[in-house]
């Protein structure tokens, strides 16, 4: 079965530099929700996007954006990299209020 | 704010046995509950689900338990095998509010022995 693609796997920037994450959801899901889950942690939920509409929201910093494009596919945009946004990123997709499905995940690491 | 919490970080059981991992949460408007396992540098992976208007249900060597008197549910695996292995998490949220965001639990690793 599809399943939540994520690009790229792995991602290493500087300090100040900006990053793009990219979500593609799986097939007939309308629904896109972000996490961020740092070492030995729990994700935490960043954003969702429901129908390209910015739906929930979470602890996002205002130094990240994102938004949901007509072919469903979400991108995460993020300026200003601290070393504290080392985390993993996952991105899951869903039919709108079912069950949410998680992609790979991006590993960012800030130096 | 929602708060879930699960009760112990590490969980080590012989591999046969059954586990049981638990999990509580604050918000009593949350009505939809998630149990995921997670392996090492993967991705959250479904296991089961149950919403507030149920307090059982089963899958394959699976079952999920709420008691929304105690705010509490539980995930409890039969015969456990090597592959059971990983982090659990529970995960809730509010399904009248659309594509909310779920909350999760600190996460309980699930150790097999031999």
């Known amino acids: 079965a599809a399943g939540v693609i994520q690009s790229p796997r792995h991602l290493i920037k500087e300090k100040r530099e900006t990053a793009t994450l990219k979500c593609y959801p799986i097939?007939?899901?309308?629904?896109v929700y972000w996490y961020q889950q740092g070492p030995g942690q729990d994700p935490q939920f960043l954003i969702s996007f429901y129908e390209k509409m910015q739906s929930d929201k979470g602890s996002i910093p205002d130094r990240f954006s994102a938004q949901q494009f007509s072919d469903y596919h979400s991108e995460l945009n993020m300026s200003s990299l601290e070393l504290g946004d080392s985390a993993l990123y996952f991105c899951?997709?869903?039919?709108?209020?079912?069950?949410?499905?998680f992609g790979p995940g991006t590993r960012l690491t800030v130096l | 704010g929602e708060s879930v919490g699960l009760h112990l970080p590490t969980l080590s059981v012989q591999e046969g046995d059954n586990s049981i991992i638990n999990c509580a949460y604050s918000?009593?408007?949350?009505?939809?509950f998630i149990w995921y396992k997670q392996e090492s540098g993967k991705g959250p992976q479904f296991i089961i689900d149950?919403?507030?208007?149920?307090d059982k249900r089963q899958g394959q060597r699976v079952t999920v338990l709420l008691n929304k008197t105690v705010k509490h549910l539980s995930l409890q695996i039969a015969a456990t095998q090597p592959g059971d292995s990983a982090v659990y998490f529970c995960?809730?949220?509010?399904?009248?509010?659309?594509?909310?965001?779920?909350?999760f639990g600190k996460g309980t690793h699930l150790i097999i022995q031999p």
């Open positions: 097939p007939r899901h309308d629904t």
């Open positions: 149950i919403r507030s208007n149920m």
């Open positions: 995960a809730a949220s509010y399904s009248g509010g659309g594509a909310d965001g779920l909350t």
């Open positions: 918000n009593s408007a949350s009505d939809y």
């Open positions: 899951a997709s869903s039919p709108v209020r079912n069950t949410q499905y």
